[in-house]
């Protein structure tokens, strides 16, 4: 708490000097960022999906009762 008012202080202190950023500036930070995420959401491919083969399918079910039985046994 105290720190956060203290920032606050020192913040309003440097706006007051003028040695703060401007408004201009965090504008114009904040549109390059947004658009900045825009270009790499569409960069990132999503997977896609693609049926597993029957015999992968069928390999992991097996495997999967395998492993209760060994486990119980």
Known sequence: MACSVTFL???RLLDLLR???SPDQKDVEIA??????T???RQVAR???SPAEPGRTLAGASSASWA???SSA
């Open 9 to 11: 202080l020192v913040r």
């Open 19 to 21: 040695l703060g950023p």
């Open 32 to 37: 390059v960022l947004a658009h900045e995420l």
């Open 39 to 41: 270009v790499l959401r």
């Open 47 to 49: 997977p896609r999906y």
């Open 68 to 70: 209760s039985a060994a």
